[in-house]
């Protein structure tokens, strides 16, 4: 206390004067209309100065989470369209099937949002992992997709991560369907560029036309019917000549990818459940069998 006051006597005459410069400010600003005027605009100025960078860190702080929500739009959005294109050539056409790999509703789906945090495109094995495991429900054999569409099939998870096998993976193998023509195939990739597959296994009898659309047939355990793969660019036959092999410009951009959903689909999880079952049920007839 005894130092306070010694620094207050010490310096009285600069509190004095800031004291009196702080009066005059106000009277001169209060009771003349042109001061007045200057402080009121150069005070705005200062403030929207302010708000204007407030808001500037506020915007970049929340792209994260416009990122994600545009990413999941988009995925939406790529499923109306696969699902329009199949009722258009079946109406076009006048078919009277159904398409097998018929869309569920939206509402069947929950997409898991994460960031890749590691990400690889130039080896015969490449790996992506994301910032989502167990914790946020990501569990082995989800599919995984972003607003370009399909990206692969969960592999590993762990509690706050996940890795997953991408299409540029040479042990990928997921199947896929010609959009509004029900003929299907296997999309692999063999190395090489990282936005050319191959969907293989088609039969000699499809039907199809370059840049067709090329999507999931929900024929698999992971994805659901309609997820955007790519498009057709060519068309060659296979080396047996008893199917063809269409090369397919992938529409996912696998070198710049940042944000990704994974799909959490009950009919899928009771597909993979009943696929598994009907394996071991397999298994332990083929070794009855064997005994006997």
Known sequence: MHNLAEFIARFKHWFVFVALEVIS?????????????????TANDAAGAVLSARSSVESFFSLTKVNQELTQRNLYLEHQVSDLQARVYDKTLG????????????????LIPAKVVDNSVDKPQNFI?????????????????????IVGI???ASRHYAVVIPVLNSESNISCAIAGRGYFGYLRWHGGASDIAWLEDVPRHAKFRIHDRIVTSGYSSVFPPGVLAGEVIKAYNSPDGLSYRLKVKLSTDFGNLRDVCVIDDAAVKERLELLKSAQDSMKVKIQGEANE
């Open 25 to 41: 400010l106000v009277l001169l600003f209060k009771y003349n209309n042109y001061q007045g005027s200057v402080w009121f605009s």
């Open 129 to 149: 992992t994301i910032n989502k495991g167990t914790a946020d429900g990501v569990h082995e054999d989800m599919g995984v997709a972003c607003g370009g569409g």
């Open 154 to 156: 969960v592999y590993l």
């Open 95 to 110: 078919k009277d099937f159904m398409h097998k790999g018929q869309l569920q509703m939206l509402s069947d789906f929950r």
